[in-house]
């Protein structure tokens, strides 16, 4: 049987990334979704259909949506502002993008949610994205959800170790004390190409995370010794941290509330996941530590001297 052609939204992002690149090695023919479609001329490279669209254009989704059979979605706003603030696309967004699949005929669709994400969570990036779980399984469209921990591509590297590593210094904001799970995006990729491509779907709600717990501060010292250079943090406290997203919420509702959550108490919310060894039994997929993430970034940045 032909492999399904599948759409991606949000095809630029961590997560999207890799998953063309899964899909194109296995030859299955994909449209590539992004508001910049020069950001995405690797994708292009790999034979992907690269199309300009928007979560807030309806008509682009609908344009995107014709002749696929599954769609990944895998974009958000959670620092957006403006027409791309995250009502808009978290929220709108992806409830004109379930409609535009269904009138297309999309035989299955796969969410990204996260981790956590509940009616009285303390941020409402992750109330909206509840709210979208349960619009989808209202929608009638056939679907799979997937809920992963915070990634490490941003959370571990570009929130963090990369500024250690770049100028000498991670930036943390709050005490970086919490004990947070983890998981590599380019892992979770592999769960999201199974639950696009296997007949039957082998899940219908898959929380997601990699091993172990660390604090921001244990992830800035285990660059630190990986890369042999002092353990440099720089701390900008919970309460300044607050005290501007108060003053930014206006004109970037987006930093403000990156700002917010990361100066949350450590109590306010769990970031905890202990599945990763049933995961990785159940669907035989090894999951990247944070060790071997590390690593691999310090290799990398000692490759460009
Ligand atoms: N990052 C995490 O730690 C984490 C954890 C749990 C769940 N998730 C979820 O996983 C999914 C992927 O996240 P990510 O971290 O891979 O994303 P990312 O790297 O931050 O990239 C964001 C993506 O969203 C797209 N996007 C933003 N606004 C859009 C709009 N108006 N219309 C169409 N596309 C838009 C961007 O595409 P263009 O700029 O090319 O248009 C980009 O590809 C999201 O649903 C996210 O909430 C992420």
Same mark, same amino acid.
């Given at each position: 049987m032909a492999a399904p052609r599948v759409l991606v939204v949000g095809a630029t992002g961590a997560l999207g990334r890799p998953v063309v690149r899964l899909l194109r090695e296995r030859g299955v023919p994909v449209r590539a979704l992004s508001?910049? #479609?020069?950001? @995405?001329a690797d994708l292009a490279a790999l034979g992907a259909d690269v199309v300009a669209g928007d979560l807030t254009d309806i008509a682009s989704l609908q344009r995107a949506c014709a002749g696929v059979q599954r769609v990944l979605a !895998? @974009?958000?706003? $959670? $620092?957006g502002r403006g027409r791309w603030r995250s009502e808009a696309v978290d929220d709108a967004g992806h409830r004109a993008l379930f409609a535009a699949a269904k009138a297309a005929g999309v035989d299955r669709l796969v969410y990204t949610s996260a981790h /956590? !994400? !509940?009616?009285?969570? #303390?941020?409402d990036f992750f109330r909206t994205k509840h709210a979208v779980e349960q619009a989808l399984a209202a929608s009638g469209l056939p679907h799979v959800v997937l809920r992963p921990t915070a990634f490490m591509e941003q959370h571990?590297? $570009?929130?963090? /170790?990369k500024d250690l590593l770049d100028k000498g210094k991670a930036r943390l904001i709050g005490p970086g004390t919490k004990p947070r799970n983890f998981v590599a995006a380019s892992d979770v990729a592999q769960f999201a190409v199974r639950a696009l491509l296997d007949d039957p779907p082998p899940f219908q709600r898959l929380s997601l995370g990699g091993h172990g717990h660390h604090s921001n501060t244990q992830v800035a010292q285990l660059y630190a010794r990986e890369a042999g250079i002092p353990a440099r943090i720089g701390r900008l406290p919970a309460g300044i941290a607050r005290a501007i997203a108060g003053v930014a919420a206006p004109l970037h509702p987006g930093l403000a509330r990156v700002l917010r959550l990361s100066a $949350? #108490?450590?109590? !306010?919310y769990g970031e905890r996941f202990d599945g990763a060894a049933a995961l990785e039994r159940e669907h035989g997929i090894t999951l990247t530590t944070l060790e071997q993430f590390v690593r691999g970034r310090v290799a990398e940045s000692r490759a460009r001297g």
């Open positions: 508001r910049h #479609p020069e950001k @995405a !895998a @974009a958000h706003g $959670l $620092l /956590g !994400a !509940a009616p009285d969570h #303390p941020i571990v590297h $570009l929130f963090n /170790g $949350l #108490p450590d109590d !306010a």
